[in-house]
């Protein structure tokens, strides 16, 4: 019996521009960290460094993991549609039951331990949308999802290749928004868009399905606001911050405290 060997080949500049990443977060953490870690540990300025390298080789293992599992594991429908209802899920759980810090529930309580479910939507929406992708672009293959005319195909495209996933995507980054959580909630907004642009949809895909889901937003963003009378209570943290960058910028006209502008401050010096 003859053997086949199966080569296994590293995405080097992958590795090493996520090595890096890795490091220059440690660093960040460590600058902004100290302070905190030396008042929270018998003195010990590297109390969170050290908390979060061990998290790191953590997930360094699991991801060496992982990468043993074969890309076509992936492509099954069962695995990308767990991924999406996962996220889903865990986004909901947050907003229903997470522990409410600062006035943002952003966290899960398991006893002691509490983590971030947007963290885990982040990885959840990209095995979604990958999957789905190679699903849709299976059954046309099989001429499953082939529309008659010219009309109806563009919007044939439009609504599978585009407006399905983006639209459920943005349904669980629209609960990480209101966690609230701004900055999660443009993170995974980029994820989508770079996801959706190197799915390879067409031009009118792009064209009649982003339209169509702008009027859609345009509308419950409206009346979510004008229902809303704690819209800007909730996102006070998003203006003030606005303010922040408005003051730090030469606008004499946007009154902030010293503390405020105390992180940027810093940062240009």
């Not at 979060?52 to 699991?62: A, E, K, M, N, S």
């Amino acid at each position: 019996m003859t053997k086949i060997a199966v080569q296994r080949k590293s995405n080097i500049p992958l590795i090493l521009m996520m090595f890096g990443i890795v490091m220059f977060g440690l660093v960040i953490l460590y600058s902004v960290s100290g302070p905190a870690g030396y008042a929270k540990s018998v003195h010990d300025s590297a109390y969170y460094l050290k908390r979060q390298i061990l998290w790191t080789v953590v997930g360094l293992v699991v991801a060496l993991i992982i990468s043993f599992i074969p890309v076509n594991f992936f492509k099954h429908p069962v695995i990308f549609f767990t991924a999406y209802c996962m996220s889903l899920g865990l986004a909901i759980a947050v907003k229903l039951f997470g522990s409410e810090i600062n006035g943002a529930k952003r966290w899960i309580l398991i006893g002691t331990w509490e983590f971030q479910p947007s963290e885990l939507c982040k990885i959840g929406l990209i095995v979604a949308l990958a999957g789905y992708r190679e699903y849709i672009v299976k059954l046309r293959a099989q001429g499953k999802l082939q529309a008659k005319t010219g009309k109806s195909q563009a919007w044939n495209h439009a609504f599978f290749d585009f407006i399905i996933p983006v639209a459920a995507c943005l349904l669980v980054d629209v609960f990480i928004l209101f966690e609230p959580h701004f900055s999660c909630f443009l993170i995974i907004g980029v994820v989508v868009f770079v996801c959706t642009l190197n799915s390879g949809a067409g031009i009118r895909a792009w064209f009649l399905g982003g339209l169509s889901i702008l009027l859609v937003g345009i509308i419950l963003g409206a009346a979510y606001i004008a229902i809303n009378p704690n819209f800007r209570k909730n996102f006070a943290h998003v203006y003030q911050r606005i303010n922040v960058f408005a003051a730090t910028s030469g606008d004499e006209e946007v009154e902030v405290t010293e503390d405020d502008t105390r992180q940027v401050t810093n940062a240009h010096n």
